[in-house]
């Protein structure tokens, strides 16, 4: 079967008018005509000998053929993309982009940083610090190459390997009423200790009200901040203790703030690397892959990362 000559341009148009879910929309945000952009759509369905989009009173939407379409126009813009970036800088080079965590990036986003410009110096590298469940939406979206995230969406064509588990710790400022002592502590103690914690929308939250439940005790959380640097000024403020995994652990140099382990066996967090498919994977992706691994099971191994152990 011969190939179709499809242009960059319309899987640009295809993949907008998808995403805002209106011609008229995409037309504004691309600069182009809407009669223009419906040309070019007509056109590429003439190509494809397929019908992509549905359209209607209310909206656009992708069919089940433009479903199927999207997956692979998005993963050619982005190469197409890595293309041009690697032309610009003037040599051969890779371009890679990777999502991690606010804990997470705490301890592990400058050790990479070092080790990916000791050992690959040409390959760009991007790096985007937000909530581990955005960073899933924008894996699946082909916006990132690699991630650290602490669950899994089912049915997603991820290569995910497991890298390390983190132990919680109790973190507070001494001048805190009532702030705990000792190496560790249950979590059964902790039920009058005012908490300051993320909201619903993270990971760590859900995790944390299991681990409550479980071990019977209704916390006492005072406050909700969702930002790691505000959370951890309201607790160095003696506002609130906060319970959270050992990178967060590792502000404790500069922070004055006490530590302590929560001694249930079931409170903890997985670290997954994701990734898309191997098959989706740049040269530099692969390469970086091997790095994030490396690195982290450094930071382990020289007890860089606290309360971290690798599986």
């Given at each position: 079967?011969?190939p179709?000559?499809?242009?960059?341009?319309?899987?640009?148009?295809?993949?907008?008018i998808?995403e805002?879910g209106?011609?008229?929309?995409?037309?504004?945000?691309?600069?182009v005509?809407?009669?223009?952009?419906s040309q070019?759509i007509a056109?590429?369905?003439?190509?494809l000998?397929?019908?992509?989009?549905?359209r209607t009173?209310t909206g656009?939407t992708?069919?089940s053929?433009?479903?199927?379409f999207l997956?692979?126009a998005?993963?050619?813009?982005r190469?197409?993309?890595?293309?041009v970036l690697?032309?610009?800088?003037g040599r051969?080079?890779?371009y890679?982009s990777?999502g991690?965590?606010?804990?997470?990036?705490?301890?592990?986003?400058l050790?990479?940083i070092?080790?990916m410009?000791?050992?690959y110096?040409d390959?760009q590298l991007h790096?985007?610090e937000?909530?581990?469940?955005?960073?899933?939406?924008q894996?699946?979206?082909?916006?990132?190459?690699?991630?650290?995230?602490?669950?899994?969406?089912?049915?997603?064509?991820?290569?995910?390997?497991?890298?390390?588990?983190?132990?919680l710790?109790v973190?507070a400022?001494?001048?805190?009423?009532g702030?705990?002592r000792?190496?560790?502590?249950h979590?059964?103690?902790?039920?009058?200790?005012?908490?300051?914690?993320?909201?619903?929308q993270?990971?760590?939250r859900?995790?944390l009200m299991t681990?409550?439940?479980?071990?019977?005790v209704?916390?006492?959380?005072?406050?909700e901040?969702?930002g790691?640097a505000?959370?951890?000024?309201?607790?160095?403020?003696?506002?609130a203790?906060?319970?959270q995994?050992?990178?967060?652990?590792a502000?404790?140099?500069?922070?004055g703030?006490?530590l302590i382990?929560?001694?249930d066996e079931?409170?903890?967090?997985r670290n997954l690397?994701?990734?898309?498919?191997?098959d989706?994977l740049s040269?530099?992706?692969l390469?970086?892959?091997v790095?994030?691994?490396?690195?982290a099971?450094?930071?382990v191994?020289?007890q860089?990362w606290?309360?971290?152990?690798?599986?």
């Open positions: 079967m011969e179709v000559p499809v242009e960059l341009r319309q899987l640009r148009y295809f993949v907008k998808v805002l209106s011609l008229g929309r995409a037309a504004l945000e691309l600069d005509g809407v009669s223009a952009l070019q056109k590429l369905e003439s190509e000998s397929t019908r992509l989009l549905n009173t656009v992708a069919t053929a433009g479903l199927a997956h692979h998005q993963l050619a813009l190469q197409a993309d890595n293309a690697a032309a610009h800088r051969m080079s890779g890679v990777v991690l965590p606010p804990t997470t990036a705490t301890v592990l986003a050790p990479l070092n080790a410009r000791e050992r110096p390959i790096l985007v937000m909530l581990s469940g955005h960073l899933a939406a894996l699946n979206a082909r916006q990132l190459d690699l991630a650290i995230l602490f669950q899994l969406e089912g049915g997603k064509r991820w290569s995910v390997t497991p890298l390390l588990d983190e132990r710790f973190i400022s001494p001048s805190l009423p702030s705990p000792g190496e560790s502590i979590l059964a103690e902790l039920g009058h200790l005012p908490l300051v914690v993320p909201s619903s993270h990971g760590l859900s995790t681990a409550f439940e479980r071990a019977g209704v916390p006492n959380i005072i406050m901040i969702d790691l505000v959370l951890m000024n309201a607790v160095r403020a003696g506002h203790a906060t319970i995994p050992g990178a967060a652990a502000l404790k140099g500069e922070s703030l006490t382990q929560i001694a079931h409170v903890g967090r690397l994701a990734t898309l498919a191997d989706e040269p530099a992706a390469a970086t892959r790095v994030i691994t490396d690195v099971r450094q930071l191994s020289q860089q606290p309360g971290a152990s690798w599986i």
